[in-house]
């Protein structure tokens, strides 16, 4: 009776699939990605280019297309109109994309020109049909592959005006830059840090102190790529940097340029809640302490006045306060800082400061406050004439910081490593499960010299995440926190990620989770079902060419933990095999409820079909994981562990 069940069950699924196949558009496809925003690939304009233009609407500038604001844009009213653009460094090219808007069914031509030796060029002609409104990316224009001085772009449209509000350059793979790079102001330091480009022989930093105009280089390794600190930066100068790789002597496409300054001051706790009296919702107040010296928060109507609020979630010992504002005109600006409590807010610090007037972010006069722990703070902001922006927000202590924690989950322990403190007499390490609580869980005092090896030990394996923070103390006296880590015990393996480009598909997706994040490496992204009020559905994963596998492993998490039930079929051929049929205890762990591997049938299979359903909550699943090759012994479940990151699975692995 059982195998008979399982075989209606078993057809019944593949029914469901062979809809779904029928119905679901088609899926995307897991790749690297470009840098680029809103549809577009490849790369800003460079800072430092020129633009010019044969005519443009007022305030409609043809620069506004490489700023990287997808809203603001370059209008021209006539149906024809040019741009160009020479680059103050040649840029290797293999396509063009424009983003266009607007309203009405047109055709849109895009002649491209490019500049060499001296000389423009046609590079390229393409025609679209534009039958949508609002901004939208265009396919990429492939152009001669080639290094360009610049480009001029002519369009013409059978509506009677002419708009792009961004242009990206797409490079060869060759010469794509740096991708993904910030600079971190930290301790009166600038670290840089970037995405690897594989074979380069080295990397060159270029910067300055204007936008675009770089006047002094740095060459680094190869394997230098994560937090390296510039040298020789004056104090509270803005620097821009820009970053290529070099591979036998040929540089590729300089990075998108990223600014930075040299500060004193620490930045505030990751998990420090921020709130604004008013946002621009472009320059939300979580800029304020994102460690990007060029972001900034202004308010909606660019209003001389203007209150922020922030929540620290566990006490930090505060002397100073260190602002880095824009002020575009001169101006008088006052800060008042105040406590927040259940009785009202207390007055801890004012001060008013000139500042001449500036484009680029300034560091103004540090504020005193009175010094002492806080975890509610109230920032009323007035000016008399520039208005309210804010770029970064530091503090300053007397109490040493730690830094540098980490946490790696083990079988019923996790081990703890983070940075010395220097005269530290010991180390208190506190944790708990309960977040955001855990400065009430348990505390293990330990020596000065076990910061770069400590294991907290009697941890329950396999449900939440335990959540820990580490302090100094020097003297008797407690120094400032860590940033609050987490990591989940476990007492079995983890799996790799899904091959590259393997695809998936449902039947549909709810506020915004699609199932493209189940294979996008993160376990904290998760899919949710459109079907069965959101607390069953079916996804689909189809791998590129069959690979080899011994197990399979699901992550999960649900808001009330429970039991969720999986129904698992493994295509081999044009067969559907039914591999596990049954439930699960599922946790609520944010940052990836890893579930235990279930072994499968060894042998190569060409896709995963999983049906899940739970009873309390909404179904959130959050990656599928695979165990290549074949095991012989027909199972996963030992008590080896590994951490839960998710290493890069190259389209050879299987």
């Known amino acids: 009776m059982q195998n008979q069940f399982q075989w209606r069950k078993g057809w019944l699924y593949v ?19 470009l840098d680029g925003s809103e549809g577009l690939v490849g790369n800003r304009i460079p800072v430092g280019t020129t633009y010019t ?29 040019i741009i160009q653009m020479k680059f103050a460094e040649a840029v290797n090219l293999k396509s063009v994309q424009v983003s266009t808007g607007g309203i009405g069914d047109r055709y849109e031509t895009y002649t491209i020109r490019g500049l060499q030796n001296g000389y423009w060029r046609n590079i390229a002609t393409r025609t679209f049909h534009v039958t949508t409104g609002g901004n939208q990316a265009l396919t990429p224009i492939s152009v001669q592959i080639g290094w360009y001085d610049g480009i001029s772009i002519a369009v013409s449209s059978t509506r009677n005006w002419v708009m792009m509000s961004e242009v990206h350059l797409v490079p060869t793979t060759t010469s794509t830059p740096p991708a993904q790079l910030p600079a971190l102001n930290k301790n009166e330091q600038v670290s840089l840090s970037w995405k690897p480009i594989a074979d380069v022989d080295h990397y060159q930093i270029r910067y300055g102190t204007t936008s675009g105009q770089y006047t002094d280089t740095v060459t680094i390794a190869s394997d230098t790529y994560n937090n390296f600190t510039v040298p020789n930066l004056a104090t509270g100068v803005t620097y821009y940097f820009a970053v290529a790789g070099v591979r036998n002597g040929i540089r590729t496409n300089y990075s998108n340029e990223v600014g930075g300054m040299r500060i004193r001051g620490n930045p505030f706790p990751e998990n420090t809640g921020k709130g604004a009296s008013s946002e621009y919702y472009r320059n939300p107040v979580e800029y304020t302490m994102d460690g990007d010296i060029l972001s900034k928060w202004k ?88 208005p309210v922006e804010v770029n970064e927000l530091l503090y300053i202590s007397d109490r040493s910081s730690m830094t540098g924690l980490q946490a790696t989950p083990q079988n019923g322990q996790v081990h703890l490593t983070w940075d010395a403190v220097p005269e530290a007499d010991e180390y208190r390490i506190t944790y708990m499960k309960q977040y955001p609580d855990v400065l009430n869980g348990q505390t293990i005092t330990v020596q000065a010299d076990t910061y770069q090896d400590y294991t907290v030990t009697g941890l329950d394996n396999n449900s939440v995440p335990y959540y820990f923070v580490v302090n100094a103390v020097i003297n008797g006296q407690n120094q400032n926190y860590s940033n609050l880590v987490h990591a989940t015990p476990m007492s079995y393996a983890t799996g790799n990620p899904v091959p590259k480009g393997t695809t998936v598909t449902t039947l549909g997706y709810y506020d915004n989770k699609p199932p493209e994040n189940t294979i996008d490496g993160d376990l904290s992204t998760y899919w949710i079902p459109n079907t069965g009020d959101h607390k069953s559905g079916t996804i689909n994963y189809r791998f590129p060419k069959p690979v080899q596998l011994s197990a399979i492993q699901l992550v999960s998490m649900l808001n009330v933990p429970g039991k969720q039930t999986f129904t698992i079929y493994g295509l081999q051929g044009n067969n559907w095999n039914l591999l596990y049929d049954g439930k699960i205890q599922a946790y609520f762990n944010p940052f990836g409820g890893v579930l235990p591997a279930i072994p499968v049938p060894p042998g190569k299979y060409e896709g995963i079909m999983i049906l899940t359903e739970t009873t309390t909550t909404w179904v959130t699943f959050q990656e599928l994981l695979l165990f290549y090759g074949a095991n012989t012994n027909g199972t996963v479940l030992t008590d080896t562990y590994s951490p839960l990151s998710i290493p890069t699975v190259s389209t050879d692995t299987y």
């Not at 029914?15 to 990605?33: D, G, M, N, R, Y």
């Not at 844009?73 to 024809?80: D, L, P, Y």
């Not at 979630?313 to 927040?340: C, M, N």
Request: proline share 6%.
């Open 299 to 386: 308010t909606q109507n660019n209003s001389k006045n203007a209150t922020l609020s922030y929540g620290i979630r566990y006490p930090l010992y505060i002397d100073e306060l260190q602002f880095v504002i824009t002020a575009p005109v001169e101006s008088d600006i006052t800060y008042k800082i105040y406590e927040q409590g259940r009785n009202g807010n207390t007055l801890i610090g004012q001060k008013t400061v000139h500042v001449a007037g500036s484009l680029s972010p300034v560091r103004i006069e540090s504020i005193p406050i009175e010094p002492d722990w806080y975890q509610l703070l109230k920032i009323e902001i007035s000016s008399t004439a520039a």
């Open 15 to 33: 029914c469901i699939f062979s809809l779904l196949v029928i119905c679901v558009p088609q899926a995307k496809t897991v790749e690297a990605a």
């Open 53 to 81: 233009s044969s005519t443009y609407d007022p305030t409609f500038e043809p620069q506004n297309i490489g700023d990287g604001d997808w809203y603001s844009i370059w209008k021209v009213s006539a149906n024809t109109g």
